[in-house]
């Protein structure tokens, strides 16, 4: 199955534009809202909430390293 570079770079470049406009400090405080939330439903005895709600701290963390190559590296 070929993949058409010129169609998925273009999404690509759209994709880390969009993303470049977004300030990091918003997925840090988004990785720690997460956490602070999943603590207050494992005090509110809703485990399996807290475990979901505590799962979403590691992608936001990781979409602020991508934000962050986007902006430093820039785009093409």
Do not use: R
């Not at 534009?17 to 405080?29: D, E, G, R």
């Not at 979901?52 to 390293?65: E, K, N, R, S, Y």
């Amino acid at each position: 199955m070929a993949i058409e570079t010129g169609n998925e770079g273009q999404v690509t470049k759209q994709i880390e534009q969009a993303t470049s406009k977004v300030p990091s400090t918003s997925f840090l405080i988004a990785a720690v809202a997460a956490m602070g939330v999943s603590l207050t439903l494992k005090c509110l005895c809703k485990d399996k909430n807290a475990l979901f709600v505590g799962q979403w701290a590691a992608p936001f963390l990781l979409l602020g390293v991508y934000n962050k190559i986007v902006k430093t590296e820039g785009h093409d």
